[in-house]
């Protein structure tokens, strides 16, 4: 490194091609379905090449120490185990997994589930259904799903003046958990709110052992999310409100998130649980009509090196003014959702890889929060460039069972 590169704080880094896995959870019928089955002795972190699972934090890592439920065996909650890595922050148990953070103090916090599928409303009405515990301990601990067309994806999306990350999608529909079990419905890029019953808390039963069943359904000029209790069989009518007629896509990426800001803050204002960081309860994830994606996931970066690329998407975050040489020179490259207002921000790239190249090396600035830095690096690509919608929505049968 030249002694200009070093004054101007420019990092080069190495990435290594982790295996490429081709993706194959759907039927024919274009249907994505995840049980996450499996049932390992003892709290297991979990992966899967299905899946892109990312988990940050405002500090760099350091999330603080929190006791997650499930103790050392698996039992069930309200047994606890105590996390303190990012690296535990996602781990499995009795045939589901489970998402569990603390941010730091003050600070903020979250891990985004991403499926190997693109959800398709295009000919008809397309559904999302996930299984997730209802048990709560403050408000400021919460779930959220983001639908983002493909191109405008984001690693990390967030509310406008989230600490630490870059804003919204440049379009996108979320779906936000609020208030003590209420759900909040908005669309970008305007940040319009579609939803008319937040006000109004679902009916659940607040428990980490019970994991309950919600369904967004999407098309026919309507959006609609249902609740559905597996014990007391109740079904329940959150949302239906009309589609926006501007949305501009009808074909997403779907992202579960949980999030993590200073959970021991404004606790007053929680009638349910205790106060503190919270462990959600995922299970049972079907998207219908689904596309197929596959992920191919690059390993940590090291310093001064050229890494190998696959036809694509390169996908990562980063900190700080970022540049990218294809082989034909360093070129400056703008975020997905555009130019940031704060340089100390985590932003997110989406870029497709050209025809013709074989490598690729990144670098950038450092700015106010520290040195330039890139993480949660992967390529995506497609199946299939038709993206087929495959067949209309079905029954998504019994949840399963819970343990």
Same mark, same amino acid.
């Given at each position: 490194?030249?002694?200009? !590169?070093?004054?101007?704080?420019?990092? $080069?880094?190495?990435?290594? +091609?982790?295996?490429?896995?081709?993706?194959?959870?759907?039927?024919?019928?274009?249907?994505?379905?995840?049980?996450?089955?499996?049932?390992?002795?003892?709290?297991?972190?979990?992966?899967?090449?299905?899946?892109?699972?990312?988990?940050? &934090?405002?500090?760099?890592?350091?999330?603080?120490?929190?006791?997650?439920?499930?103790?050392?065996?698996?039992?069930?909650?309200?047994?606890?185990?105590?996390?303190?890595?990012?690296?535990?922050?996602?781990?499995?148990?009795?045939?589901?997994?489970?998402?569990?953070?603390?941010?730091?103090?003050?600070?903020?916090?979250?891990?985004?589930?991403?499926?190997?599928?693109?959800? &398709?409303?295009?000919?008809?009405?397309?559904?999302?259904?996930?299984?997730?515990?209802?048990?709560?301990?403050?408000?400021?601990?919460?779930? !959220?799903?983001?639908?983002?067309?493909?191109?405008?994806?984001?690693?990390?999306?967030?509310?406008?003046?989230?600490?630490?990350?870059?804003? $919204?999608?440049?379009?996108?529909?979320?779906?936000?958990?609020?208030?003590?079990?209420?759900? @909040?419905?908005? *669309?970008?890029? &305007?940040?319009?709110?579609?939803?008319?019953? !937040?006000?109004?808390?679902?009916?659940?039963?607040?428990?980490?052992? #019970?994991?309950?069943?919600?369904?967004? *359904? +999407?098309?026919?000029?309507?959006?609609?999310?249902?609740?559905?209790?597996?014990?007391?069989?109740?079904?329940?009518?959150?949302?239906?409100?009309?589609?926006?007629?501007?949305?501009?896509? @009808?074909?997403?990426?779907? #992202?579960?998130?949980?999030?993590?800001?200073?959970?021991?803050?404004?606790? !007053?204002?929680?009638?349910?649980?205790?106060?503190?960081?919270?462990?959600?309860?995922?299970?049972?994830?079907?998207?219908?009509?689904?596309?197929?994606?596959?992920?191919?996931?690059?390993?940590?970066?090291?310093?001064? #090196?050229?890494?190998?690329?696959?036809?694509?998407?390169?996908?990562?975050?980063?900190?700080?003014?970022?540049?990218?040489?294809?082989?034909?020179?360093?070129?400056?490259?703008?975020?997905?959702?555009?130019?940031?207002?704060?340089?100390?921000?985590?932003?997110?790239?989406?870029?497709?890889?050209?025809?013709? $190249?074989?490598?690729?090396?990144?670098?950038?600035?450092?700015?106010?929060?520290?040195?330039?830095?890139?993480?949660?690096?992967?390529?995506? *690509?497609?199946?299939?460039?038709?993206?087929?919608?495959?067949?209309?929505?079905?029954?998504?049968?019994?949840?399963?069972?819970?343990?």
């Amino acid at each position: 490194m030249t002694r200009r !590169d070093c004054t101007t704080c420019l990092l $080069a880094v190495m990435l290594t +091609i982790g295996s490429t896995v081709s993706v194959l959870p759907a039927d024919k019928q274009g249907i994505f379905i995840e049980t996450f089955s499996g049932a390992p002795p003892s709290p297991t972190r979990w992966s899967s090449p299905n899946w892109d699972v990312v988990v940050h &934090d405002r500090t760099d890592g350091a999330t603080n120490m929190m006791h997650a439920d499930h103790d050392e065996t698996c039992a069930a909650p309200p047994t606890k185990h105590a996390i303190a890595s990012h690296a535990d922050a996602v781990f499995q148990c009795r045939d589901h997994i489970m998402t569990a953070i603390n941010s730091s103090d003050p600070g903020y916090a979250v891990a985004y589930l991403t499926p190997a599928a693109v959800v &398709d409303w295009t000919a008809g009405v397309a559904t999302i259904e996930f299984d997730v515990s209802t048990g709560r301990s403050t408000k400021r601990d919460w779930i !959220d799903l983001w639908l983002t067309p493909l191109e405008f994806n984001m690693v990390l999306p967030s509310d406008a003046g989230t600490p630490d990350l870059t804003g $919204a999608p440049r379009k996108a529909l979320h779906f936000k958990l609020i208030n003590n079990f209420a759900w @909040s419905i908005r *669309s970008q890029p &305007d940040d319009k709110k579609l939803s008319v019953s !937040d006000w109004r808390n679902v009916p659940v039963p607040y428990s980490h052992k #019970q994991r309950d069943r919600f369904t967004i *359904s +999407i098309g026919s000029q309507t959006i609609s999310m249902h609740y559905f209790n597996i014990e007391t069989r109740q079904r329940f009518l959150i949302e239906r409100v009309a589609l926006p007629q501007g949305l501009g896509f @009808s074909r997403a990426v779907v #992202q579960f998130g949980h999030h993590s800001y200073t959970p021991s803050k404004d606790c !007053d204002f929680m009638t349910i649980g205790s106060c503190g960081p919270n462990t959600w309860h995922w299970g049972n994830v079907k998207i219908t009509p689904a596309s197929l994606l596959t992920f191919t996931k690059i390993e940590p970066p090291g310093n001064e #090196q050229t890494f190998s690329v696959v036809p694509g998407y390169l996908r990562f975050a980063a900190r700080g003014p970022t540049e990218i040489d294809w082989g034909r020179g360093w070129v400056a490259v703008e975020p997905v959702n555009g130019p940031v207002a704060n340089e100390g921000a985590f932003a997110s790239f989406f870029l497709p890889v050209p025809t013709e $190249a074989s490598q690729v090396r990144l670098r950038g600035k450092a700015t106010w929060a520290g040195p330039w830095q890139a993480k949660t690096i992967s390529i995506w *690509s497609k199946v299939a460039d038709d993206m087929p919608t495959g067949g209309g929505p079905t029954g998504g049968g019994p949840p399963r069972p819970q343990k």
